[in-house]
Nanobody, 126 residues
Framework: QVQLVESGGGLVQAGGSLRLSCAASGRTFSRYYMGWFRQAPGKEREFAAA????????YYGESVKGRFTISRDNAKNTVYLQMNSLKPEDTAVYYC???????????????????WGQGTQVTVSS
């Protein structure tokens, strides 16, 4: 069992930056692939980024590529999402998720993840 707790959301102006954190419980954090998804009101949950168990490989959704950076610190059981050049369309609830098994083909699918955090709101004003 893994419990995930996101933090770092808030209100920011367009062009600004935020850094989200997701703290995981347990001693098996390094066994999990980690991902960030987001969901805006009235829209489906959207893949933002994922990272391999070691942190050596990262993947991004097209809408955030070049602006967001995912990273992890296995010693601290934490995954991060650095968000730069934020746009109003980035406004959403951001969720972190953990998966024991992922492939390049499945990492964008929310149903492939085993555990989810409660989400943190990010609001970007224009």
């Amino acid at each position: 069992q893994v419990q995930l707790v996101e933090s770092g959301g808030g209100l920011v102006q367009a062009g600004g930056s935020l850094r989200l954190s997701c703290a995981a419980s347990g001693r098996t954090f390094s066994r999990y692939y980690m991902g960030w998804f987001r969901q805006a009101p009235g829209k489906e949950r959207e893949f933002a980024a994922a990272i391999s168990r070691s942190g050596a490989t990262t993947y991004y959704g097209e809408s955030v590529k070049g602006r967001f950076t995912i990273s992890r610190d296995n010693a601290k059981n934490t995954v991060y999402l650095q968000m730069n050049s934020l746009k109003p369309e980035d406004t959403a609830v951001y969720y972190c998720a953990a998966a024991l098994v992922l492939t390049v083909a499945t990492m964008v699918k929310s149903e492939e993840y085993d555990y989810w955090g409660q989400g943190t709101q990010v609001t970007v004003s224009s």
